[in-house]
Each structure stands twice: as C-alpha cells, then as structure tokens.
C-alpha cells in the first residue's frame, strides 16, 4: 500500500489511541515573529511565552515523526522523541528541541551533534521538547481557532504524558516574562501571541523580543559585493595569540560603513573563505571575504553574552559603532 508523503495509514498506535490520515499533508509551513525591542503585554496580547534556545520543529505525534522548520526529517536524529511521541494521542505539535545538560542547564551546540547520527550512549544531555501550539488533532484542522483555544487543547494532551515533551510556560504578566530571560537557562526571548488563528508566516502576529548585549569584537574582514550587503568577519584572540573568527556582522548601517572601511587595510589579494556555521547558519553555503589586518575593534550587540558551544554567536550580531579606543590586545580570548 502506498501512501503520500507525511501521510500514513489508520491503525492502532501505542497507548491505545487510533491515527491515521492528518487533514493536511506533512511537513506543514509554520508561524514565524517579528522582532520588537520590548517585551508588549496588555490589550491585543493573550499571552507571553519564553523563546528556548533551540530548533524548532514540528511532531506528528502518535506517528512519531518529526520535520525541523523547513521541512527536513529530523525522526532519525532525533528517536528519542519521536518514541516518546508515540505514547500521546494523534495530533500535530509545534515546538522547540532543546538539549538538557545534566546540570540542567540548556546547550543548543549539543543539538548539531546529533545531525546525522541519532541518540548515542554517554552523550551527556538530553533532549526534550518545549511544545507551544497545536496545530490538527486526529483529523481535524486546529489552525484556524484561536490561540486561546488551541493552548487548553495543547494542555489537555500533553497531561501526563512523556516527561520529554512538556508545554512551555506561559503568563500575562510582563514583568514575569523579562524574569525568565534573566532566570531560566537558555531563554533567549520572549514571544507575545494574540488571540488568532495560526497561520504560516507572519500572519498570526506573534512577536519576539530578544534580550540583547554588547560587546567588542576585531575585524577579520569584509564580505558582501554590494554596499547594501556589506558586513563584516568578527573576531577574537584564540590560543597562540592568533585571531579566531567567531561571527558575520549583519549589514552594516550607512554611517557605521562610512565610518569604518576607510580604517580597514587589507590583508592581502586573495579572497578567503569560512564555512557557513561561523554565520550561525548550520548547513549553510561557505562565506566569502576579502581579509583585512585585524587592527581595528568595533562595539556588536547580539542576543549572547559572547560565543558559545560552537565557538561563535548563534545569530549574526549588529555593528553599532567603531572602538577607536580599543586595539585587540584589549579584547577576551575567544572559547
């Protein structure tokens, strides 16, 4: 018997529950934020949400099976909560994976460590899945009711169900929102939803705030041909003295351009070359620059404190001013 993709055949799933056909195919778009600079709360908002430092995903529950956000199959990397999913009923759960140190303490770097791979003994975290929308339950289409609704359908799932797939926290309360970005390891964010449908994109009106730092970083080099894509190689001291590239800049900003590429020297004819992670974009193509000597600092401001697991900043950092103060004898050594 053949069936399309994403789509499976009506049997018996474990835990005594049926599933069969879901009423739209698999994997599904998802509901993406705009970013704000303040957490919003009050009239229009229904509820805040923490934003884990994680990778986001649909389960097909019931089934097992799990897509990352664009679509790819991620059910093998990550068997373990696609078994655990088995144990509730049929249904569709959007959410975040996030990987649990035995400290307790959340480490996106661990999750691509799985790529690939699968589950493995002596890994030394484990993986849990934040879940905060449903999307279908059995086969009917959850997504155009409202978030109010969907939320108490989610919850009533979920109830004592598998201890790896549990409901993020929500509240109305904005003060107790900006706490769990200072409090709880590995918040990066906080999302506001109103009470809408869900729908693909931007149109449900979800909104993330990220809490933000800055910091100092050198200059490596420039990348990008044309003025409006022109951004920058960041790094930091390593080991030996030698300068480690732990970030690409976003675009930079008109007066910040005019301001730093009459300083930059070049370093060299030949164009070089980084793999796209440094970018904070795994799987990504390679990022092409053209190297300048690492003598001038400017001030970034990112979502991280600094680099993390992987020796770079997740998402690509703001250039906000040149440090002519500072020379990279000044700087911290890189992770």
């Known amino acids: 018997m053949q069936v399309k993709p994403g789509r499976l055949p009506r049997q018996r799933a474990r835990g005594g529950y049926r599933w069969g056909v879901p009423p739209f195919d698999l994997p599904v778009s998802l509901a993406l934020c705009r970013s704000v600079d303040q957490v919003r709360g ?10 884990f430092d994680g990778w986001r995903c649909q389960v097909r529950a019931g089934a097992g099976r799990l897509w990352s956000r664009h679509g790819t199959d991620l059910s093998a990397a990550f068997a373990d909560i696609a078994q655990a999913s088995r144990a509730l009923p049929d249904c569709v759960l959007d959410g975040e ?3 649990v140190l035995d400290s307790g303490e959340l480490a996106f770097g661990k999750l691509q460590s799985r790529s690939g791979r699968g589950p493995r003994p002596g890994e030394g975290f484990t993986v849990h899945l934040a879940a905060f929308d449903v999307l279908a339950v059995g086969d009917t289409d959850w997504r155009p009711k409202p978030y109010a609704e969907r939320r108490r359908r989610l919850l009533d799932l979920l109830e004592g169900g598998p201890p790896a797939i549990r409901p993020v926290p929500v509240t109305g ?3 107790t929102a900006l706490a769990w970005a200072g409090a709880l390891g590995g918040v990066e964010g906080i999302v506001m939803k109103p009470n809408r449908p869900y729908v693909a994109g931007h149109g449900s009106g979800w909104l993330k705030w990220r809490q933000m730092h800055t910091s100092e970083a050198a200059v490596l080099g420039v990348s990008g041909r ?5 951004c920058l190689i960041l790094g930091l001291p390593h080991r030996g003295g030698q300068m ?3 970030g690409v800049s976003l675009p930079l900003g008109q007066a910040v351009r005019h301001e730093l590429l009459p300083l930059l020297r070049p370093a060299g004819d030949t164009e070089a070359e980084l793999p796209g992670t440094v970018g904070g974009l795994p799987g990504a193509d390679p990022v ?3 190297p300048v000597i690492p003598d001038v600092v400017v001030e970034i401001e990112a979502d991280q404190t600094g680099p993390r697991e992987l020796g770079r900043f997740r998402h690509r950092p703001r250039v906000l001013r040149v440090r002519g103060d500072l020379t990279a004898d000044n700087l911290p050594c890189a992770p």
């Not at 009050?42 to 934003?51: H, M, Q, S, V």
């Open 226 to 230: 044309t003025p409006a894509t022109q």
């Open 97 to 99: 994976l996030v990987a």
């Open 244 to 246: 480690r590239a732990v």
């Open 288 to 290: 092409h620059y053209r």
């Open 42 to 51: 009050g009239p229009g908002i229904a509820a805040l949400e923490p934003k």
């Open 173 to 175: 309360s904005v003060a």
